[in-house]
């Protein structure tokens, strides 16, 4: 088995924007499997009072370090804000980013808010790639120099302008697209910016990758509580997230 | 120390039993461990065909709960007999199918289908929250209980569980009605109906709009009701609703259940069964105990 639960001994943890706290553990066994695109279903508080897990994209993994990068938000993440000594991590799970850098040479990467952070590790490990990372405000604005350092190209949008391209990421890419080659898109963020990136990748026949969210009760696959709509007719019409996701095709499924 | 246990003349090797719906076909959690580990697996519940189940979202959290909408989906007893069921055989588990329908006529059809199969007993889940026809609208009056049960009874071949819903005015009606059907044993408690909002989008946050509530915030309510219902009828009796912990499961036995099923707790940790077994062992060394079936219903009530 690839994945198991595991307690993990936090190495460091700091909070990089407000309310958004940058977390690194030590796990061997989770940091050796992780692939980019897969997610850690972590535990928040004692099983009950807080009978699920909350999942998380892993951020990187490297030799026994594993990171991710959470924003607090409601009880869970409140309470795994408070965790300082050890955390209880099952993973990795999920069906990770497909890379194939012999047939994809100009891939787009394009992420909003906390969804840029799933795709620090597929963009280490693509040739590059140009990354296109959109957040509210400059407040908000994280990892862009480390991005810069695993890749010639990464532009950052605002929607209110306050940093870098005054509007939405996805008009840069948009302009890529036009002007350039664009072989495959690889898409994590808010579903209003999902749907544009399907719509616009589909507008121009480019296979495009996205990683969507849902509820989640088990993360293995055994619960069906996960479910996203798809394009297959009858029992399989909705697909587990945790399992056949959280990367899909955007021709697979439905927003 | 005996573990083993007997529903309805059907031996399981201890008295861990997973709920239906939380454990899939056994496949996902079968990674973590044997499930040889197990008494029984309850798979999934079944329908007569292949069902796509409700829009998400379909799960959320509540105070020390779950509330869940997934609305059955699942492959259908055909697929279930033909690709999972072969799987399940190679384990000492035994394997009870549970079956969800529309009608009486398809809880009959599937009773018919599985009890030509290698499943070894049956589960009838007249509770489902979560479906607009059937469903819990059988299990909630003991006229269409006692009915359903008699007519399921002449096709199953296999001995039949009634699973019962906690959202009843008096649980012993039901389980009374279910005995006179010609139940084999009884499993409560399904899920409580709930319901919860986002009070910022003032939207359910369940896209069916209300749910089951399942784990340890309903436990009191299922002990209760197992209590009451051991109290009217000698039929085993399979206890579930928020069992995480060994001593969950002591207490539930306590109350009179002769087995637990173990659901919302496999979420939170994945080896909750075989922990939850473990518990049972400590507190039967502790207080000298060598028969597990030595503490189905001795709660003491002066
Ligand atoms: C595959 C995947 C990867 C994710 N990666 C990240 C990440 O890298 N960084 C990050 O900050 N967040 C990520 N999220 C979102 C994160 O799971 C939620 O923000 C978190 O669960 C909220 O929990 P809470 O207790 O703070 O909020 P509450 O609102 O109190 O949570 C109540 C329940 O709803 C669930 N829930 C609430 N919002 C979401 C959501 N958006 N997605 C899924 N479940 C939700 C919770 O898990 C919990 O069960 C990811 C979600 C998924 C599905
Ligand atoms: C996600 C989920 C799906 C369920 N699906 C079914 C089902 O298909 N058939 C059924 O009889 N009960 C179903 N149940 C109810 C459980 O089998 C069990 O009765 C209930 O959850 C109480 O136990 P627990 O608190 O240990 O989870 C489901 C429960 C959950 C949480
Ligand atoms: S969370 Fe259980 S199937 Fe996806």
Same mark, same amino acid.
């Given at each position: 088995m690839s994945h198991d639960v595991y307690k993990c001994k936090v190495i460091s943890k700091k909070e990089i924007a407000p309310n958004i706290i940058d977390v690194t553990v030590e796990s061997k066994e989770i940091a050796s499997a992780a692939m980019a695109g897969q997610f850690l279903h972590v535990k928040c508080g004692d099983d009950i009072s807080m009978p699920l897990r909350r999942p998380i994209s892993i951020c990187d993994a490297e030799d026994d370090k594993l990171r991710f990068i959470f924003e607090v938000k409601g009880r869970g993440t409140k309470n795994l804000?408070?965790?300082?000594?050890e955390i209880d991590i099952m993973g990795p799970l999920g069906t990770p980013f497909t890379i194939d850098n012999d047939k994809y040479k100009n891939p787009a990467v394009i992420g909003g808010g906390i969804g840029t952070y799933p795709l620090f590790k597929l963009t280490k490990e693509l040739d590059n790639p140009t990354v296109y990372l959109g957040f509210r405000s400059e407040a908000q604005v994280t990892l862009e120099d480390e991005f810069n350092s695993v890749c010639d190209m990464t532009v950052v949008a605002t929607d209110d302008g306050s940093?870098?391209?005054? %509007?939405?990421a996805i008009d840069l890419l948009k302009g890529k697209i036009e002007n350039d080659v664009v072989d495959i898109i690889y898409a994590c963020g808010p579903k209003p910016m999902l749907k544009a990136v399907k719509a616009l990748a589909e507008a121009n026949n480019i296979p495009c990758q996205i990683s969507l969210e849902e509820r989640m009760g088990c %993360?293995?696959?055994?619960?069906?509580?996960c479910s996203c709509e798809t394009k297959t007719e009858g029992t399989w019409k909705y697909k587990r997230v945790c399992k056949n996701g959280p990367v899909f095709w955007s021709t697979e499924v439905v927003l | 120390m005996n573990m083993k246990v007997n529903i309805a003349g059907v031996e399981l090797n201890n008295p861990i039993i997973t709920a239906s719906g939380t454990y899939g076909f056994g496949r996902e959690y079968g990674e973590f461990y044997?499930?040889?580990?197990?008494?029984?697996i309850c798979v999934k519940g079944l329908t007569l065909l292949p069902r796509e189940g409700n829009p998400p979202p379909r799960i959320t959290e509540t105070y020390g709960g779950i509330l869940n909408?997934?609305?059955?989906?699942n492959p259908g007893v055909e697929a279930f007999i033909e690709y999972e069921l072969p799987e399940l055989k190679k384990y000492t588990c035994k394997v009870i199918a549970n079956m969800s329908g529309n009608t009486i006529e398809d809880y009959c059809k599937m009773a018919e289908r599985l009890s030509d199969s290698d499943v070894d007993m049956l589960e009838m889940n007249i509770s489902c929250p979560n479906v607009k026809a059937g469903g819990v609208a059988f299990g909630t009056n003991a006229d269409t209980i006692l009915n359903i049960t008699k007519e399921v009874k002449k096709y199953a071949k296999k001995p039949l569980i009634v699973k019962l819903s906690p959202n009843v005015t008096d649980i012993t009606e039901m389980a009374k009605a279910a005995e006179q059907g010609g139940a084999d044993a009884l499993s409560l408690i399904n899920t409580l109906l709930g319901m919860a909002i986002d009070i910022k989008t003032r939207r359910p946050i369940l896209a069916n709009v209300t749910g089951g509530l399942s784990g340890p915030a309903v436990k009191p309510v299922a002990v209760r009701m197992i209590y009451q219902v051991r109290q009217c009828t000698n039929l085993p009796i399979i206890g579930m609703g928020g069992v995480t912990t060994g001593d969950d499961a002591i207490e539930m036995m306590l109350a009179g259940s002769n087995a637990i099923a173990v659901g919302t707790a496999n979420f939170m940790n994945p080896y909750a069964c075989v922990d939850i077994k473990k518990g049972i062992v400590d507190y039967m060394e502790k207080y000298n105990?060598?028969?597990?079936?030595?503490?189905?219903?001795k709660v003491i009530v002066k």
């Open positions: 804000l408070l965790i300082d000594d940093y870098g391209y005054n %509007g939405y %993360g293995i696959g055994a619960c069906l509580t | 044997s499930l040889n580990e197990l008494g029984a909408s997934v609305g059955l989906q105990i060598d028969d597990v079936n030595d503490i189905s219903g």
